[in-house]
């Protein structure tokens, strides 16, 4: 797809991820190695992870890296390469004005952060996720296998198709800045709103979440190991609840009073105060009791028999030896070795499966040089005369027509960033199957939680059009296949065959609109022996092994914060389909992406699958410790769960945090730190560690996020024009454009509000038609 662009990694293990995903889409990716190679290819498994299906060279200078750069479309940074900051990434755009240039940073270019030193663990602290994680009588605990550059690096991968997109409109390139921080602010599922929206804080504990008094669960014991449990409630997830329930009742754990609760309007029942909060407690207690006498086996095979939300935890092991990851042929196998392999199915034009990571240098400058010319975009508009760092008044993805069939949260998210840049996304919906955010928090103050209350609906449909439908009937589906006609991208989120059962199917939609992208994104893909496994991100993170992952080695596992893999997938979606669009526009051809969440996701876990796959060794949970990294944990802090982490990335940092401290170096280990900590300000304490060159960062939950300069010179958390609430708070985009704007133009749309504007306005129906579909009950 993407094989007409030439690529320049030089990033380290840190970013490695955003030009494997390029690789996979077929791009040419040159991981440029400064004299003597990247340090990170010691770290063999993140190399091997990240580094497939790249060639290599060896840049001995900054002027060699120039002359490369003179022939490439996008260049990846993330502070790695010796010399090369952001005024030398300015330089090359100068002399190559097509270039794309592309940094990965914990915080972003600029702002009263972008200088500090930073490592996952206090990444992740800034961002949110790890205040949300882990056990409530333990520190906060991160992923054990570090996630938060990789976010950042998928990120940069869809800035660079993004750019690239708006190149060939204007003909020029331009920087975009990918920050860390905001990337990991997406795996707190909206959360980070609660406070600017007045709304009661998450709060973590073991498995699950809590809410003021009250605990959702998700983790629960089995004989030989752990389940996930959606064990939530509403209109669409009640009746999984109820079955549930039914089964704990028939088992002798829970009483008749118990089973017979209304769990689709239970929790409206225990926010009004007609239910005490014990009542959720000993639910979720019975349902522990019935999983604690079945293995995960049998939990499985019942949960299929009675229709659950029931996931097995899975290790990486069991992961690498999974039967519906063979049956659809997903592993990338080099020597033996099950690598992860391509990220999504496109029809057309499938990922490269990639081959092993290049030796150092395998190529020259002058051979690569000669190999290619300055990239020639095509199409220069009035932009092209605009300078490098100009703003531009249009959107980058103006013009690109999407109609939204997808829910909940990995879906929406994806389509929201196609919003932000310009995009035309027309959200289905209907007034009998409102989606299950609408009904989820963070809430509004003095509101009623209602359906148009919630920042967990604004945020992910922000500056989408919200139409509504009734799919069941046929008048309702002639309206899609209408919408199918006008729009360059269709992506839904049901279960397999949901749409061909409808007539809506590949093959008719490409039959009405030849090229149409299609794509359809659900937990486990449209094949294989689990393709009909449905639920939600917190299943899919279970059964990719994210839960195992998650926790202290003497517990059992905590799992990330909520639906995880729904934090991961709306970056890869956006990738496939972003190429598949670069690949109609240069061909004309549309085509379907079979998009599974739980596959993609596994690029996130590379390392520990080749652990397990090439080395037979099990990578599991394992607190806050690092494999390279020491002291590095979280540590207590005056006042009430305040915490801050602390991580020594060389011998310098444990000589200055030693001094600090006040003992040996020797002496100098995770128990001193918070003998040390403890009677000290976490946010005092932050600045005086990070002015020492020392990485640190308080964790931050609602409260400090919303107060964060650096979040607030990035404006991350915006107001918007809401029809009911004049204004609503969303999060803005994660990366930002020198020249190119974005963002959310309004707050999630009310049910139904741009009806007129979608018959009337794009598809052109007149009164007579609508009044029809009216009457037919398809506008609802």
């Known amino acids: 797809m993407l094989s007409a662009y030439r690529v320049l990694d030089l990033t380290d293990d840190r970013a490695n991820f955003a030009g494997l995903v390029l690789a996979q889409l077929g791009a040419e990716v040159i991981l440029v190695d400064p004299p003597g190679g990247s340090a990170a290819r010691a770290r063999d498994l993140w190399h091997l992870a990240y580094n497939r299906g790249k060639r290599s060279v060896v840049a001995p200078d900054v002027a060699a890296l120039a002359r490369l750069a003179a022939t490439a479309d996008v260049v990846l940074d993330c502070g790695a390469f010796p010399g090369i900051g952001p005024d030398e990434l300015a330089a090359l755009r ?5 270039l794309i240039t592309v940094s990965v940073s914990p915080f ?52 660079a198709l993004i750019a690239l997109h708006e190149r060939a409109r204007s003909g020029r390139g331009q920087h975009a800045s990918v920050s860390c921080q905001q990337s990991m602010l997406q795996c707190t599922q909206m959360s980070m709103l609660s406070s600017l929206v007045g709304a009661t804080l998450y709060q973590r504990c073991a498995g699950g979440i809590r809410i003021g008094p009250y605990r959702a669960q998700f983790v629960y014991p089995a004989l030989d190991g752990s389940v996930s449990i959606t064990f939530l409630f509403g209109r669409m997830i009640g009746p999984f609840t109820q079955r549930l329930m039914d089964w704990v009742h ?9 089973r017979d609760l209304d769990w689709v309007d239970f929790f409206n029942l225990l926010f009004s105060g007609r239910l005490e909060p014990t009542v959720l407690a000993d639910a979720v207690a019975a349902v522990g009791r019935l999983t604690a006498t079945k293995t995960k086996a049998e939990l499985v095979a019942g949960a299929k028999q009675r229709r659950l939300l029931l996931a097995p935890v899975a290790t990486l092991a069991d992961v690498v030896a999974s039967e519906q990851l ?12 099950r690598c992860p392999g391509p990220f999504a199915k496109l029809s057309a034009t499938p990922l490269r499966r990639l081959g092993p990571p290049p030796a150092l240098g395998e190529a020259t400058v002058d051979g690569l040089v000669a190999e290619r010319a300055a990239p020639q975009p095509g199409e220069s508009t009035a932009d092209a005369d605009l300078p490098d760092g100009t703003a531009t008044a249009r959107r980058p993805l103006e013009g690109v027509k999407v109609l939204d069939l997808t829910w909940a949260i990995a879906g929406p998210m994806a389509t929201r960033v196609l919003a932000d840049w310009g995009a035309t996304v027309v959200r289905i919906e209907s007034e009998r199957r409102p989606d299950i955010i609408r009904n989820a928090g963070p809430f509004l103050a003095g509101t009623p939680g209602g359906i148009e209350d919630t920042a967990q609906w604004h945020h992910p449909n922000a500056g989408k059009l919200s139409l509504t439908l009734n799919l069941s009937t046929p008048e309702g589906r002639d309206v899609i296949r209408d919408l199918v006609r006008w729009a360059d ?7 397999p065959k949901a749409m061909r059962n409808w007539g809506l199917g590949y093959d008719e939609l490409a039959a009405i609109n030849p090229s149409i992208i299609m794509v359809s994104t659900c937990l486990m893909g449209q094949s294989g022996p689990e393709k009909d496994f449905a639920g939600f991100g917190n299943l899919a993170g279970a059964v990719a092994g994210f839960y195992d992952v998650t926790g202290w080695p003497d517990r059992p596992p905590a799992g990330p914060f909520l639906a995880y893999t729904d934090y991961t997938s709306p970056r890869l979606t956006l990738a496939a389909l972003l190429a598949a669009l670069d690949h109609r526009r240069r061909t004309g051809q549309g085509q379907y992406i079979d998009f599974s969440q739980a596959e993609a996701a596994l690029h996130f876990l590379s390392p ?13 949970r394992r607190g806050n410790d690092d494999d390279v990294f020491a002291p590095h944990g979280v540590f207590p802090c005056t006042g009430q769960d305040r915490w801050i982490a602390i991580a020594c990335t060389d011998d310098a940092t444990r000589a200055v945090l030693a001094g600090m401290v006040g003992v040996d170096v020797g002496a100098l280990d995770d128990a001193a730190v918070a003998a040390w900590t403890v009677d000290q300000d976490a946010e005092a304490l932050q600045a005086r560690l990070v002015a020492a060159g020392v990485a640190a960062h308080q964790v931050q939950n609602a409260e400090e996020c919303a107060a964060d300069p650096q979040l607030a010179h990035r404006r ?6 809401h029809p009911v609430h004049g204004e609503v708070w969303v999060e803005g985009p994660h990366f930002l454009f020198s020249r190119s704007p974005g963002g959310p133009a309004w707050g999630g749309p009310t049910m139904g509000q741009h009806n007129e504007d979608v018959l009337n306005g794009i598809l052109g129906y007149d009164a007579d038609r609508v009044a029809d579909l009216v009457i037919a009950d398809a506008i609802a």
């Open 94 to 98: 100068a002399a190559n004005p097509a």
């Open 108 to 159: 972003g270019d600029e702002g009263p952060k972008a200088a500090w030193p930073a490592t996952d663990l206090t990444i992740a602290a800034a961002g949110g996720q790890l205040a949300l994680t882990g056990d409530d009588d333990r520190p906060p605990v991160r992923i054990s296998i570090p996630q938060s550059w990789l976010h950042g690096a998928s990120e940069a991968a869809n800035a």
């Open 250 to 258: 028939e088992e002798g754990h829970c009483s008749a009073e118990v």
């Open 326 to 337: 063979a049956a659809r042929d997903y592993w990338d196998v080099l020597d033996g070795v």
């Open 489 to 495: 991208v269709v992506i839904e989120a049901f279960t």
């Open 608 to 620: 520990g699958l080749l652990a397990a796959s090439r080395d037979g060794v099990l990578l599991s």
């Open 716 to 721: 991350h958390f915006r107001r918007v024009p």
